[in-house]
């Protein structure tokens, strides 16, 4: 079995710089059950990884009887305003997912989350580009760095066999993919443009940086030396715009949990996705007709401006009624125990937690085989672009989802971003 170092993705990651309750509203910090009995509640963007996440969490609760971890998920686009709203009710889960940079700093402003320095003694041996997402400027930890997750393209096998198609490594031949596959009669890709986070996370992100600049690009960006009208930003979204005539029909209407059922039942040829949708395919029909590659870039021997993007934090409420007991269970989530469990059960996630481990899926070994010959970067405006309002990111999402419904040009939507940031380059 193949081993990795995981914490060597993250040296390279340095280098370039690594669920149903649906809507419900996330219970109090819970209370005990019966005698020394006590429930801690988790909370989650990821409503489709209840019963992995059940698994996982059981491994715990064997070890650890008197701890029961209820996973309560929210749904992904309504989770962030209920977290803010749950802890500053005092209701508030115990244990709880936190978006990296300036949304789970956030989070940390309100006072609601536990300090974890000098608490949890393995944080100090994470990858610094990890633990700086879940850190304040002076270095006060807020959150385990958990979750790494890349964007690429996943692609039907069979159908690209049918056309006599390999998986291209340029943007012409990408293109060439996509025109042959139209000619075909077949729908390219599956995606649609309703949830338009989808637009920006990954389509953008994922596929852009490979136009605007990667990583260089973002830190040129943060450190006001560049605006987004750069010519590479508008040119990344001019590449994004020739992928709209192979949308499939009414694009607009169609949402995430939609993209996911086109592709997933085999009525699409490709989908432009994140490394965590691995196991939503595996549950719809199986694996073994879907394939992946990574960000095709502009020519032959460019090197990959991979986003490999720091996505999830674990924090712990400030205000539990359990906090031995919840500091127990962060510590075990700090644990290589619990970063093979997760790697296992959600297959592309990778964790951030160093150790030796071994990666059983066949999808999240090509994905994470991109990572070597790489320049690793994260989403774009992701950091400091997006502590105030109006932030980057709903001003990206915005203007992408604007482009593609034909009210923008792809110049028009950079310069709407540019615009709505003007509070950061004062």
Same mark, same amino acid.
């Given at each position: 079995m193949k081993k990795l170092v995981l914490a060597v993705l993250l040296c390279a990651l340095t280098a370039?710089?690594?669920?149903? /309750? %649906?809507?419900?509203?996330?219970?109090?910090?819970?209370? @005990?059950?019966? =005698?020394?009995?006590?429930?801690l509640v988790f909370t989650s963007w990821r409503t489709?990884?209840?019963d992995l996440m059940n698994r996982i969490n059981a491994e715990f609760t064997k070890a650890n009887p008197n701890i029961e971890i209820e996973f309560q998920p929210v749904k992904?686009?309504?989770?962030?305003?209920?977290?803010?709203?749950?802890?500053? /009710? %005092?209701?508030?889960?115990?244990?709880?997912?936190?978006? @990296?940079?300036? =949304?789970g700093y956030q989070i940390y402003e309100t006072g609601s989350l536990t300090e974890l320095n000098g608490k949890i003694s393995t944080l100090k041996d994470f990858p610094s580009a990890a633990s700086a997402a879940w850190s304040t400027a002076d270095g006060t930890s807020y959150a385990i760095p958990a979750v790494g997750v890349v964007h690429g393209v996943y692609y039907r096998k069979s159908i690209f066999a049918k056309y006599g198609l390999?998986?291209?490594e340029t943007w012409a031949e990408f293109m060439t993919v996509c025109k042959t596959l139209k000619d075909g009669g077949e729908t390219v890709f599956a995606q649609g443009t309703k949830d338009n986070w989808m637009l920006y996370e990954v389509v953008y992100s994922g596929l852009g940086a490979n136009f605007y600049g990667g990583e260089e690009a973002r830190q040129a960006l943060m450190n006001?030396?560049?605006?987004?009208?750069?010519?590479?930003?508008?040119?990344?979204?001019?590449?994004?715009?020739?992928?709209?005539?192979?949308?499939?029909?009414?694009?607009?209407?169609?949402?995430?949990?939609t993209m996911q059922q086109i592709f997933g039942t085999g009525n699409a040829a490709m989908f432009i996705g994140g490394s965590w949708e691995i196991g939503i395919f595996e549950e719809m029909g199986g694996l073994d007709d879907v394939g992946y590659f990574a960000p095709p870039v502009e020519k032959a021997g460019d090197t990959l401006q991979y986003c490999f993007h720091v996505d999830a934090g674990v924090g712990m409420n400030k205000n539990t009624k359990h906090p031995e007991e919840a500091m127990m269970y962060m510590k075990w989530l700090a644990s290589p125990e619990y970063a093979q469990l997760m790697m296992d059960e959600l297959p592309g996630f990778f964790s951030y937690t160093p150790g030796s481990y071994s990666l059983n899926n066949s999808l999240a070994k090509e994905m994470e085989s991109y990572v070597a010959g790489s320049v690793p970067t994260v989403r774009t405006?992701?950091?400091?672009?997006?502590?105030?309002?109006?932030?980057?990111?709903?001003l990206i999402c915005q203007a992408i989802q604007q482009m593609y419904a034909d009210k923008m040009t792809p110049a028009e939507a950079c310069a709407y971003?540019?615009?709505?940031?003007?509070?950061?380059?004062?």
């Open positions: 370039g710089l690594v669920f149903g /309750a %649906g809507s419900q509203e996330i219970n109090a910090a819970a209370s @005990s059950d019966s =005698g020394d009995k006590v429930k489709e990884d209840i992904n686009t309504e989770y962030d305003a209920q977290l803010k709203q749950s802890l500053a /009710a %005092g209701v508030g889960a115990d244990i709880m997912f936190l978006r @990296s940079y300036d =949304g390999t998986p291209p006001k030396e560049i605006r987004f009208t750069d010519p590479g930003f508008v040119k990344a979204m001019e590449k994004m715009k020739e992928l709209q005539p192979y949308f499939p029909t009414r694009y607009e209407g169609i949402d995430y949990v405006l992701w950091e400091k672009l997006s502590a105030e309002a109006p932030s980057g990111y709903d971003v540019d615009n709505g940031l003007s509070w950061y380059y004062k």
